[in-house]
């Protein structure tokens, strides 16, 4: 009776640590844009695609969800189809790519986002999502994240530069000249 009462509290906490978790992130991102305002075009290039890579890893996120998908079962190879099978989860693509997309910027904003992360895949087992949601979530996060900076690094780097020299030079501070 006690270790019921107890895996309830437990499942209860895990799901508001879900709820809450994406604004621990937010506050991640806004602490390493703070931070870059004084670091090189580069840093502040890659703690700008931080969030974008975050968004953009939901969007694809999403369609990958939607796909028909089949499960071979054990018996006689007969294929099901079900609505009960894994999908990505959108929570840990969120903070897969959020740590993805720090670490780009620096060591120490990528190891606090990766302590959030492990916190929300924690949260999400505990809560009952499955492994492979999780897993399927994180690659989908970090993939996307670091696939698209590769692609968007010289025009955002060209981007923090020009704005360096306009008056939106506020939004990405002075930073280092080399």
Do not use: Y
């Amino acid at each position: 009776m006690f270790s019921d009462h107890l895996a309830g509290g437990l499942h209860t906490t895990a799901v508001a640590c879900a709820r809450v978790e994406p604004l621990l992130l937010v506050a991640l991102l806004g602490w390493t844009w703070w931070a870059a305002r004084r670091e090189r075009a580069a840093v502040m290039a890659a703690a700008l695609w931080a969030p974008i890579g975050a968004v953009a890893s939901m969007a694809a996120n999403e369609p990958i969800q939607r796909l028909p998908t089949m499960h071979w079962t054990a018996f006689h190879g007969l294929v099901v189809h079900s609505s009960d099978l894994p999908a990505p989860s959108d929570h840990a693509a969120m903070a897969a790519a959020t740590a993805a997309g720090l670490f780009l910027a620096g060591r120490r904003f990528g190891f606090a986002a990766c302590g959030a992360w492990v916190l929300m895949v924690l949260a999400l087992a505990f809560a009952g999502a499955a492994p492979d949601d999780i897993a399927g979530g994180s690659v989908v996060g970090v993939t996307v994240t670091l696939i698209g900076f590769v692609l968007f690094e010289g025009p955002l780097r060209r981007a923090v530069a020009w704005m360096r020299r306009t008056r939106l030079r506020s939004l990405t501070g002075e930073g280092k000249t080399s």
